[in-house]
């Protein structure tokens, strides 16, 4: 009975805010920063973090700025608890990908406003994250919230790319000002279909990203005289056959609650595709349908191989002596490198290719993040209220974020994010598109949803 009054006062607390004014001040914030071009190269966040810091310090709330480059910081502001639970880590990056301007409707740097929708680049990947984590520090100070745990803030730099500039500096040089035990940034979020609210997703884990390259060598000669030892006929053949191969599929505790819980909410002939994943006997038909309809779901059953890049030759009439094709190899948290690369090698089974695996690899493998901890279940009560009727998905991404760096270390992170439309993807309105939108909407009931789930996870009690 105490700890549902517990929870109940956790949640008042969390509720007595003017929240249509608390929208109004998050707009102009989230605007402002969509308005500093952070495009990444070359990145430049520092405009977006004096713009942070100047609002952190009006609110008397203590930050640090860590960086490499002067023009490329992280800012890290932390909020004290009573220290009886460990720490818990918000985090959002200021960079974003660049643009094509040209092939905007709505100017990127412009956050205009347009039915209901606001445009600009960084509306969805990762500003409302960094808007949200800013409001949260400053309505926690405001309300002198009595916290068990530190809570956290990190605005890192380079995300899109130059990681050496943000996470992996803190990591490696400021690992203890951001220490904690659970870290909420980017990865999930609600998802509408035809307008209806249908799931929320939650990033618990993530594949890790390798480029191999395919080298294939032999004799030039003259291109009147074709021969079977051309470079380029070995390395095409090598590339279809890594293509073609479908490594064994291995579920995790991820993946497998995920196509369990989606098969609760799909028709009947899907939910028997996603019930057969978990059954030996039905599987390969599954497999095979979701490598030709759903790629995304295919991603997530095994360390996957798209060839993405191709160099040969330099004249019409030459034969070239070597042939390269760089693949975009995903691997599942826990694969072995060198064992999946041996397999590889025997698929495609020529002596005349070599695999060359890049000499570092970007992204530390993780275990994924945990479903039976206090975080995991919070997050589940949290958005049962605020997303009432969406299935809650433990996802593991298939592209690559900074939490990989933090679960490296042993961190527990969960990503979330704003409510977005499935349909604005293939219309051109996601993340990294020529058009990146967010609704205005969507980015008040994140930060309802985000501040009590921090409160949640750190009031004291």
């Not at 039976?372 to 592209?399: C, Q, W």
Request: with cysteine.
């Amino acid at each position: 009975m105490l700890r549902i009054i517990l929870f109940f006062a956790a949640c008042a607390a969390a509720g007595a805010q003017d929240w249509p004014k608390l929208h109004k001040e998050t707009l102009d914030h989230f605007r402002a920063l969509i308005r500093i071009d952070t495009s990444d190269p070359p990145g430049n966040e520092k405009p977006a973090v004096d713009y942070i810091k100047q609002i952190l310090d009006r609110e008397g709330i203590p930050n640090q700025i860590y960086t490499i480059d002067p023009k490329r910081p992280n800012l890290v502001a932390r909020l004290k608890g009573s220290g009886r639970k460990r720490p818990l880590l918000i985090m959002g990056h200021t960079d974003t990908v660049g643009v094509q301007a040209e092939k905007w409707t709505f100017p990127p740097f412009d956050a205009a406003l347009n039915g209901g929708y606001i445009y600009g680049r960084g509306t969805v990947d990762d500003k409302d994250n960094l808007t949200a984590c800013l409001m949260i520090m400053v309505m926690l100070k405001r309300l002198n919230v009595k916290l068990d745990r530190d809570v956290i803030f990190l605005a890192e730099a380079g995300e899109e790319g130059s990681v050496r500039y943000g996470i992996v500096h803190i990591v490696e040089k400021h690992y203890d000002q951001i220490d904690a035990e659970y870290c909420l940034a980017e990865g999930g979020g609600p998802i509408r279909a035809g307008g209806k609210l249908r799931l929320h997703s939650i990033a618990t884990t993530e594949k890790i990203p390798y480029a191999v390259r395919l080298v294939a060598r032999g004799p030039a000669g003259h291109g009147s005289r074709p021969l079977r030892t051309n470079a380029i006929l070995h390395l095409s053949e090598a590339v279809a056959k890594a293509s073609n191969w479908m490594p064994p599929m291995r579920l995790n505790d991820t993946t497998r609650t995920y196509f369990e819980r989606l098969a609760t909410i799909s028709s009947p002939e899907a939910a028997a595709r996603y019930n057969g994943l978990l059954h030996p006997d039905r599987t390969r038909a599954a497999q095979e349908y979701m490598a030709e309809n759903e790629p995304g779901h295919s991603s997530m059953l095994r360390t996957s191989i798209s060839p993405n890049i191709i160099k040969a030759g330099f004249r019409v009439n030459v034969i070239p002596s070597e042939a390269e094709a760089t693949l975009d190899i995903r691997a599942l948290p826990g694969e072995n490198m060198d064992a999946f690369l041996d397999q590889l090698k025997g698929v495609i089974k020529d002596p005349a290719v070599e695999i060359v695996r890049a000499a570092r690899d970007t992204r530390p493998a993780a275990a994924p993040s945990k479903l039976d901890n206090e975080a995991f279940r919070v997050i589940e009560r949290t958005s049962e209220k605020h997303y009432p009727g969406a299935v809650v998905l433990p996802t593991m991404l298939t592209g690559a974020t900074d939490m990989a760096y933090l679960r490296g270390k042993g961190m527990q992170c969960y990503g979330i994010g704003a409510m977005v439309d499935e349909e604005d993807g293939p219309k051109g309105f996601g993340a990294h598109s020529d058009q990146e939108r967010i609704l205005e909407s969507s980015l008040y009931k994140f930060l309802e949803f985000h501040w009590e789930l921090v409160v949640n996870l750190a009031k004291a009690q």
